[in-house]
């Protein structure tokens, strides 16, 4: 059959990841697609329901790598059969995915330990198809970016462990985030850490998570002047503008810089800031427009609230 499907169709079809499919391809040859004349992937109408089936199939307990060979017809008896005896309740794979991922930070963090990037990258993208998106996100890659810099802070980790994490993980994310890319339609969100915050790994966490959500969005770098970004916000005009604020806990300056964004903002534009250290900032920003997200769970609902209606499909 004549490949003709995309693989962000297949994406939404299936309900996986592009990353999860890239994965499942390379390492367990669950599929084949061919490549079109400008080398993007193209899948069969039979490339979709095999990686539909084993979606389901791994919902239901099985492991990718026992199962990504098997011919469709057993793929189609095991998700018949799951249901009525074998499918876990959405809160037995919850719980799956939840121990699953502090499994991944513990091993993580000794990959960390030993600077170990060979190790570290296979985690992550093992991650990526165990735990699955969004929760790799959400589960894994938050909490161990938060463990390792309470290991730097107190002295369990060097800069040099932090700067060797951080480049790995950094080039996950633009991995994983970069598939969902969307029409120019989509709203826009700027992602900065302020003035004097360094730490932008949370910013980068949440592009990928914007992305994987149907948002452009867009990472302009870390300690950037409010000047600049105020800037970018009027000829780029975004939906939102949101900044990570991790180290340190306390800003009188950026309590100021915050009073110039708002003022010089149009009030259509969402101000969000999030980060460990966002909360002590939230009463007076709060007062100011500003929007508080303390965790990933929290800002999805408010991308829907900010976006377009989603499609089903999704």
Known sequence: MKPFRTMKFVALQTGLSVHVIRVWEKRYGAVRPRRAPNNRRLYTEGDVERLRLLHRATQAGHSISQIAGSPLHELRKLTREAPAGT???FTDRRNKRSRLAREFVAAALDAVQRMDGDRLSELLDRAAVEVGSPSVLQDFIVPLVEQIGDCWRDGDFSIAHEHFATAIITGFLAHFARPFTTSESAPLIILITPTGHLHELGAMIVVAAARSHGWRALYLGASLPVEELIRAARELKPKAIGLSIIF??????????????????????????????????????GKNGAVLVDSLAAFYPLLNRLGPKRSTAR
């Open 87 to 89: 499918r876990a309740s």
């Open 248 to 285: 340190p806990p306390d800003d009188d300056q950026l309590r100021k810089d915050f009073a110039r964004l708002r003022k010089l903002l149009p009030v259509s534009c969402t101000i969000i800031i999030g980060g460990r250290a966002a909360k002590n900032f939230a009463l007076g920003f």
